[in-house]
């Protein structure tokens, strides 16, 4: 599904975009899927339906759904608080036999990397298994969140 709608008020509305098959980092990869909004608080429970629909699509347990949700929350909190605005927020899945990986990202007035000594971080990196945070081109901060099922791992 792609395309570009507008919403009341003449801001952009939710798009999302699929694509199938290939490999990332020599695993195999399901699928894409990208959600771009507008970087407001006011979408956010767009990805938080949209991230509990695929972590079920790859049999994750309920709680490691909500999990991901309060994560994708949480670091979609920390990009909100310095985004352009009139910005977009991009959210880009990648689903896994059995993990799945959350870039979310905006374009920011004074780009910083969130802290990585907070509570806030702390939790995040609790509910997502794996988190990283960068700036990258064109003043574009990306949070990278990276949960693997509790049934795939070893032990």
């Known amino acids: 599904m792609t395309g570009k709608t507008t919403a009341r008020g003449g801001a952009t509305a939710p798009t999302a975009v699929m694509a199938e098959g290939g490999t990332v980092g020599g695993r195999a990869v399901q699928d894409q899927v990208t959600i771009r909004m507008p970087a407001e608080g006011a979408y956010l429970s767009v990805l938080r339906t949209a991230t509990a629909g695929l972590a079920a699509r790859l049999d994750f347990t309920l709680d490691e759904i909500e999990d991901l949700r309060i994560a994708v929350d949480e670091a979609c909190g920390m990009l909100l608080a310095q985004a352009v605005p009139g910005a977009d927020l991009e959210c880009d899945f990648t ?17 910083r990397s969130p802290a990585r000594d907070t509570f806030a971080w702390t939790v995040l990196s609790a509910l997502a298994g794996n988190v990283d945070a960068w700036v990258g081109p064109g003043d574009r901060v990306t949070v990278m969140l990276m949960k693997i099922r509790e049934s795939s791992r070893p032990g």
Not at 95 to 111: F, W
């Open 95 to 111: 689903l896994g036999e059995d993990r799945m990986s959350i870039a979310v990202s905006t374009l920011a007035a004074h780009p």
